[in-house]
């Protein structure tokens, strides 16, 4: 792990947490709390050795309120400005406040047995074919744990689940499965902060993230739940959808110039690396500044090669949300 080499290091043993369990904790990339602590001073009070960052009850609070300023839009300057004042008198009171909106993307961690217990009911539920249960259990998980857990550990397991059953059963339960589909999709449009759309994170007229399928791929809901956490950060988003034509997708390209662009592929079947180099060296922009977007390979079909230049390959919400979010603000 990087730290300043200049620090001093605390007297005895350092207790606390490792950046990477913290990253964890609060649903950001260890890049993105080592980016703050350089930035704006949100770093720990020890460090290990002088070099490894530990850190406290305290400095998760104030990381904590400063995830979620910046997820309801406060620019990060001033979120890290508000975020250390309310550290400094009642660090255990940061994050929380009269009317606060939940945050999106940062919330406690949710445990194994928590998970296993909402797992279980969206089958039962989703078996049942009873739609206001599955809406009422998955909102519960995203207002308490947020977006990227939610996803990751409640919403993608079920899918997976439902599916392997799917195919195991000679097509019995597709209406399952269908159902369950609709109403993570309805879960994710919900998944935006209290009071409405959050404040732009980026720049007035700033390009937008445009994401889509690539050609013959159907599956959306990834997508769906990128877009729902990068509109909760205030960041522009264009959504495509499924199957989208080369040619829409080149002059979606041309059209919005955007800052990066995410293709989808659930299967190496629909992988294109020839559409996304294409993609990738799409320039536009006046004469003199043009300009390309970043293009995310995102999904397992693009498993087994490495990304060439103008390429990357997040592997999960987390990583793609904390790519994006670095690229846009």
Do not use: K
């Not at 939610?150 to 899918?159: D, N, R, S, Y």
């Not at 592929?265 to 559409?275: C, D, E, P």
Request: hydrophobic share 45%; proline share 11%.
């Amino acid at each position: 792990m990087s730290g300043t080499s200049d620090a001093t290091p605390a007297p005895g043993p350092a207790p606390g947490l490792t950046t990477g369990a913290v990253a964890r904790r609060l649903g950001v990339s260890p890049t993105t709390l080592r980016s703050w602590d350089r930035r704006y001073g949100l770093g720990p009070a020890a460090r290990e050795d002088g070099r490894h960052r530990r850190w406290a009850p305290a400095d998760i609070a104030m990381l904590a309120e400063m995830c979620r300023l910046t997820a309801s839009g406060v620019p990060p300057a001033e979120a890290a400005r508000a975020a250390r004042a309310a550290a400094e008198p009642a660090p255990g009171s940061a994050g929380s406040g009269p009317g606060a909106p939940p945050d999106p993307d940062t919330a406690p961690p949710t445990s194994a047995e928590d998970a296993r217990r909402q797992l279980r009911g969206l089958a039962r539920a989703a078996v049942r074919l009873d739609g206001p249960a599955l809406d009422a259990l998955l909102g519960d998980f995203v207002s308490r744990h947020g977006l990227v857990a939610a996803w990751e550990e409640v919403m993608v397991p079920a899918l997976h689940a439902v599916g392997r059953r799917w195919e195991s059963s000679g097509d019995r339960y597709v209406e399952v499965e269908h159902l369950l589909s609709w109403h993570v999709s309805t879960a994710l449009r919900r998944a935006l902060p209290a009071g409405g759309a959050p404040v732009p994170a980026a720049a007035p007229g700033a390009p937008p993230v445009l994401l889509a399928c690539v050609p013959a791929e159907q599956h959306t809901l990834p997508l769906e739940a990128l877009a729902a956490g990068l509109a909760a950060r205030g960041l522009p988003v264009r959504m495509l959808g499924a199957a989208v034509p080369p040619e829409a997708l080149d002059a979606a390209v041309r059209r919005t110039g955007p800052a990066a662009v995410v293709l989808w592929s659930q299967a190496r079947s629909t992988a294109s690396h020839a559409l996304a180099r294409h993609v990738a060296g799409t320039a536009f922009g006046v004469r003199g500044a043009r300009t390309r977007p970043l293009v995310a390979l995102a999904g397992p079909g693009w498993a087994g090669r490495a990304p060439g230049p103008g390429l990357a390959r997040p592997n999960s919400l987390r990583e793609a949300l904390a790519l994006l979010t670095g690229l846009c603000t």
